[in-house]
Every structure is written in structure tokens, then in C-alpha cells.
């Protein structure tokens, strides 16, 4: 599924870019979301968020 659109950036791109202690605006930046029209910002945000608070939680155990 396609995150952003403009870029043509999908969401297994989304989450190979993620890493552990990424923040969700170096993630954007680095792939260029948001760059364009923003529609995706919001949703690729909340993916980054909650793929770092499942990275986080499986590190702990």
C-alpha cells in the first residue's frame, strides 16, 4: 500500500527507514514524505510511532 502518493513511497519503505531511536520527522525527511501536498503526514506519522513502540517492547524482552 502506498503511504505517499507524490513520492510514491509505500509502506514497506516506510518501515525498512524506521529504525529504534528514529523520530517520525527525520523518517519523513529522509524519504521525502510529506513534501508535497502533506495528506500522508498524519498517517505515516502514526506508523513510525507505533513501529517504534513495537521495536522498543520486543528489544525489552
Do not use: F, H, W
Request: with cysteine; proline share 3%.
Amino acid at each position: 500500500m502506498y503511504i505517499c502518493v507524490c513520492k510514491g513511497i509505500t509502506e514497506e519503505q516506510l518501515e525498512k527507514a524506521i529504525k529504534p531511536e528514529s523520530k517520525p520527522s527525520d523518517v519523513l525527511k529522509d524519504l521525502g514524505v510529506g513534501d508535497s501536498c502533506g495528506i500522508c503526514l498524519l498517517d505515516a506519522i502514526e506508523r513510525i510511532s507505533k513501529s517504534n513502540q513495537t521495536k522498543v517492547s520486543k528489544s525489552k524482552k
